[in-house]
């Protein structure tokens, strides 16, 4: 390819990449993805390609749809056996968070939802909620009808609607504070205090610190609470399992409120919050390595505050 195709595509590789990976939930898949759309606009006949951006958000749209629809990703993908792989505040991958609808679409709690939806669902979803497209583009990289579209953006509203926690956007100052209030009654043993600080259909979502072979979950105000505070529990076992005594810093991920692990600068657990009317709606707590990779080492180059909890 000559630089002006090279440049073209380059210009557009962020907004792929942030499109594949609210897709897909994963951004390794995203990056390969975008890669295999590279390797298709090189193919091309390019000349023949009237909107370079329109095209190359139709053909990673379907790559992304093909890795969805696969055997292999219905396996890995089963509700309840997978969590989306969570990215730090500021990793372009997280794409346009202009208005409410952009940064809800990558939370971890409307991305685990979407799993719930239809490929197609998911797409139109995506494309219309994240990045504003009109139905009738939308119609055209999927090979719909306008009216299709509009449907599956209809339904896919309303089923994530109907199962979503919480929703209503909050002050990031606000929901940080009922964090590290939340970690301070946990890792003192507050357990009453933890209690007046969930809502009332709390939820936890946990990979059982990366060892589980099904996600773990918890539901009720008790049972979310005994979860976080024998998560947060210092003992001997806990520190030769994660290599050492983590510090636990608030960050943002996904644009949401979390806690981080780290031990060495490495980022060994995270647990993300979703708040609303002023408590804690939802935990997912993720753990497993290959999940928390990019994360951890966005970490290392993240000017971070001191630590919410020194030691554990």
Not at 114 to 125: G, I, Q, T
Not at 188 to 206: F, H, K, N, P, Q
Not at 225 to 236: D, H, I, N
Not at 299 to 312: L, M, N
């Amino acid at each position: 390819m000559d630089s002006a195709a090279i440049d073209r595509f380059e210009a557009s590789r962020r907004r792929l990449a942030s499109l594949a990976y609210r897709l897909l939930g994963s951004a390794a898949d995203a990056e390969d993805a975008v890669q295999d759309t590279y390797l298709r606009w090189q193919a091309a006949d390019r000349e023949r390609v009237e909107v370079p951006e329109a095209w190359l958000t139709r053909v990673v749209t379907n790559l992304c749809l093909d890795r969805l629809r696969s055997a292999q990703a219905r396996h890995e993908r089963a509700v309840g056996a997978w969590l989306p792989e969570p990215l730090l505040e500021g990793d372009p991958m997280l794409g346009p968070a202009d208005t409410f609808e952009q940064r809800e679409s990558v939370s971890l709690a409307v991305l685990t939802l979407m799993e719930r939806l239809s490929p197609v669902e998911r797409a139109a979803y995506v494309l219309r909620e994240a990045f504003s497209y009109p139905h009738a583009e939308i119609a055209g990289f999927l090979g719909i009808t306008e009216s299709a579209s509009q449907q599956h953006v209809h339904r896919a509203r309303r089923r994530i609607a109907a199962e979503r926690r919480g929703g209503d956007e909050v002050d990031p100052a606000f929901a940080r504070r009922i964090v590290e209030e939340f970690l301070v009654a946990a890792t003192s043993g507050r357990t009453e205090r933890l209690v007046a600080l969930l809502t009332a259909d709390a939820t936890v979502i946990s990979d059982g610190a990366g060892l589980a072979r099904r996600l773990l979950r918890y539901e009720t105000r008790e049972r979310v609470a005994s979860y976080a505070r024998a998560g947060f529990k210092p003992t001997a076992a806990k520190r030769r399992l994660a290599g050492g005594s983590p510090a636990f810093h608030i960050a943002l991920v996904n644009g949401s409120p979390a806690v981080l692990a780290v031990i060495d600068d490495r980022v060994v657990g995270a647990g993300v919050f979703e708040v609303s009317d002023g408590k804690v709606a939802s935990l997912y707590g993720i753990a497993a390595t290959d999940r928390l990779a990019r994360l951890d080492e966005a970490w290392r180059q993240y000017e971070s505050d001191a630590p919410a909890v020194h030691t554990w």
